[in-house]
């Protein structure tokens, strides 16, 4: 999948700075989905049981793609010291060791997340409830993932740079809003904050290293908006099948 490069009025300047391109990076967060008009109302207070038990069950897909997708990328990374780091990501996700407690790993704790909601886990992981727009941007970014140059696909990944601010709204606000919620179905939020900042550190690295020019340094712009624009578009189809 190739990421359309937009024309831009300043062609032919300098390079920004490492700090500059960072925070340029940065201010991409204007657009992640905690402003999404139904993340807002979810995390005011506003969705409905059933409401929630939608998100939570087509979030999920998007749970299950993320392994997929870091493997993809893992497959075309040709330097081991960067695939040593990234490989972390699948285990983070898929578990480790005995799959135990804290190494079950990501997708289980989401399973326990949709129990806590009243969603089984047989019913879960049928994926009966995805809808297809949901469908279609998770794979597509696992298509994007598999086919870009590797440097892309992780600077596609920096939407981790805004994940930690919207699992604490979750942690903050959920128990007060939605105290049918069992609390231990939380942990997903709370096991992100950390390996998000983690994560970042390593994407953050790549992706100041890779993207050199400025013309260059836009195009990872126009990635990382494509990454924002698949979490928007999924909040749009959920939001619609809730209604």
Known sequence: ME???????HAGLPAWSAE???????DKGRSYHIHHPFNVRMNSGGCTPDEIRCWVANRFYYQICIPRKDAAILANMPD???????????????????HQGSAA??????????????????????LQHVVPAVRFACDAYVHFAATAPWQEAVCSSLTEMFAPQIHKDRLATW??????IESNGLAYF????????????????????????????YHALDILQFKLDILWT???????ACQ
């Open 175 to 180: 128990p007060t809003h939605y105290p049918w």
């Open 20 to 26: 500059e391109f960072e925070a340029q990076l940065r």
């Open 190 to 217: 709370r096991s992100r904050i950390p390996l998000a900042s983690r994560d970042v550190e390593h994407g953050l690295r790549v992706t100041l290293a890779h993207f050199q020019s400025r013309e260059q340094q």
């Open 234 to 240: 999924m909040l749009d189809a959920i939001e619609k």
């Open 105 to 126: 790993g990501g997708i289980e704790a989401w399973t326990r997340l949709g129990e806590a909601v009243g969603i089984s886990r047989e019913e879960l992981w049928s």
């Open 80 to 98: 081991r010291e960067h695939r040593r780091l990234w490989v972390e990501r699948i285990l983070d996700h898929d578990g480790h060791g005995d």
């Open 3 to 9: 990421i359309a490069r937009h024309p831009r009025p």
